[in-house]
């Protein structure tokens, strides 16, 4: 096994042992960490697990998580390619968006993650998730440009979810994941 996925590993444990945001573990049917290629070149961050990912354990395994792998695979990438992971850990009650609270107590549970990993590029996958590593920008006017967070490039894109109810969106997040492709191949 790998360094990093071993460092990754013991931050989960970590995080359980801390018992963060106990009230949204409570009622959880397990933590969502992350899944995926520990060492990739981009770490995909999304806001919470929904009903589909507390089930099963892992990060935008339903409808969105279906859209997000489509986006992938046009850029000639598989989910394996990518670690994907979410700000908070635990699923929100009838999936709620995240508390600030709930998002604070996980931000450096988050940012060790991201320093354990260490990727070229981070995409943020809705607002939620942008505004927690980049606070005060606007997500319909910074979408699909390149930020820069510590040494790493990011990327905030709207949430696949939000394709699904704006079929609008669906345009510019396919637009938008074209803009990764080429960055990629530059970076």
Known sequence: MNTKQVQLDDLQRKILADK?????????????????????????IGEAPGKNEDIKGEPFVGEAGKFLNEMLE??????????????VKYR???????????KSAFL????KQLD???????????????DVLLPGLIIGSVHGKV???KSSKL???????????????????IEDFLTLQILLETI
């Not at 046009?74 to 700000?87: L, Q, S």
């Not at 929100?92 to 709930?102: A, G, Q």
């Not at 990993?117 to 995409?123: C, F, N, Y």
């Open 116 to 130: 354990i990993s260490a990727p070229k590029l981070i995409v943020t996958l809705g607002r939620h998730s942008m």
């Open 20 to 44: 963060v945001c106990p009230e949204l573990a409570k009622q959880a049917t397990q933590l969502v960490f992350g899944t995926g290629n520990s060492q990739a070149q981009i770490v995909s």
């Open 92 to 102: 929100p009650t009838e999936n709620r968006d995240p508390l600030p609270e709930e």
């Open 147 to 149: 930020q820069q967070y």
């Open 155 to 173: 990327l905030p894109f709207y949430h696949p979810a939000a394709a699904m109810y704006n079929r609008s969106l669906k345009q510019v997040l």
């Open 74 to 87: 046009m850029m000639g990438k598989k989910r394996a390619d990518v670690y994907i992971t979410n700000i």
């Open 108 to 111: 450096p549970y988050l940012e």
